[in-house]
């Protein structure tokens, strides 16, 4: 995306991310002689998306590309907490042959065992990823600024006159 003034600019996505509840995960700045460059990755809430999208076309000068994708992770999420719900039931029954069944130490030292087994075993942390990515959105956003003042001249004058065959350059 061309902006005019990509300071002014990123001030702007800036406030506006933290409008709709989003972050900015990564953001990088370069300074390229006659250009400026600037990337972000932002995580933008669910519902503010549309929104955000619509907001931040009004920063261009113009959009030299824009690309949106989907990733659908209910499969994921159902095998998840399928499994999670399985490991669940096992550690319990565990628990319940612990508490109520285990008579000798090597019962209760084998129903602890795999009880913790299943305890380490399960992905709370992995359904709490999936939930995350359902609930934000991702937005990759390169943003430049080419300053037209600062581009240097070449080298060679257009059309100088070379050698004796009398040949000019074009660029």
């Not at 992770?73 to 319940?96: F, M, S």
């Not at 943003?143 to 050698?163: D, E, F, H, Q, Y």
Request: proline share 2%; with cysteine; net charge positive.
């Amino acid at each position: 995306m061309e902006v005019e003034d990509l300071t002014l600019s990123l001030q702007q996505i800036e406030h506006l991310i933290s409008t709709q509840d989003g972050y900015i995960g990564q953001q990088n700045r370069e300074h390229l002689g006659w250009q400026e460059e600037a990337s972000l990755s932002i995580r933008i809430p669910a519902k503010q998306f549309d929104h955000f999208l619509d907001t931040l076309k009004r920063f261009a000068r113009f959009m030299d590309y824009q690309r949106i994708s989907t990733l659908d992770v209910t499969e994921e999420y159902v095998d998840i907490t399928a499994r999670l719900h399985t490991k669940k039931a096992v550690r319990d029954r565990y628990e319940d042959i612990l508490a109520n069944k285990a008579k000798t130490v090597e019962e209760v030292l084998l129903a602890e065992d795999t009880s913790v087994r299943y305890k380490k075993k399960s992905k709370p942390r992995k359904v709490a990823c999936v939930i995350s990515t359902i609930a934000l959105r991702s937005v990759r956003l390169n943003l430049s600024c080419t300053n037209l003042s600062k581009m240097r001249k070449p080298a060679l004058p257009v059309g100088k006159i070379l050698g004796r065959n009398q040949r000019q350059l074009f660029f």
